[in-house]
């Protein structure tokens, strides 16, 4: 047989991809002259991300807070830049990342525990004022028309005096006093800000500071729970 020359293997290869492009590309061409061959179909795995519960309780969260407003029986907790806790059921930070609603996430949070001195209820509060933090123990007294502190808690808060005047006490009595404001009051879920206080020297000091008064307790009305010992605000 008559070897065949470099020239005419060219020649064929030539003519084979000429053919492979009349016939639309290589797919075609094979398809065309060795059979067709079934793609293989590919089965997404993709599957969605299901959302965390974290994700899910803040999308709730938004929700409650784009279709509430203030004062509408919520109480609203919250971490100021200092990282104080703030308490109000007024007011609330919308985008404070701290916000919470404990009304609905802690039932109790609107139940101070309080402690007796001599038959009479003594409750916990938190005043500030001027970067100063004050745990004060006031005696609940329904007849004190201005929450009253002993003079040494002015001594440690020192705060800015707007006046003179009387107070009225339990008992009846009209003390002369000062009159300060204090930069927050907090008492149980409630933080009132540039809160009005007097001051005269408390007889029993060691057992309690003070006497928590009208100006907060007519805008927090309450129920006594005596078995529990706790103030039950409404």
Known sequence: MKKQGPYFIITILAAIVFQ?????????????????????EIE?????????????????????????????????????????????????????????????????????????HNGTIVVPVII???GE????????????STTLLHPSLIDILKPRKINSGTATVADGRKLKTDFYKVDTFNVGPFTENNFVITSHFVKEGKDYDGLLGMNFLSNHPFDINNKNKVIIWK
Not at 26 to 38: D, E, I, L, R, V
Not at 135 to 142: K, V
């Open 128 to 130: 500030k004022n001027r």
């Open 20 to 40: 492979v492009f009349l016939e639309g590309g290589p797919g075609n061409f094979f398809s065309n002259h060795f059979g067709s061959q079934k793609e293989t």
């Open 44 to 116: 997404s795995s993709f599957v969605p991300r299901e959302k965390t519960e974290s994700e899910k309780k803040a999308e709730a969260f938004e929700k409650i807070l784009d279709s509430i407003k203030a004062g509408e029986g919520y109480i609203y907790k919250w971490r100021d830049k200092e990282g104080n806790l703030q308490y109000s059921n007024t007011t609330f930070p919308k985008n404070n990342p701290t916000l919470e609603i404990i009304e609905d996430l802690n039932p109790f949070a609107r139940e101070t525990k309080f402690s007796y």
């Open 133 to 144: 933090r004050v745990e004060a123990r006031l005696m609940l007294d329904t007849g004190c």
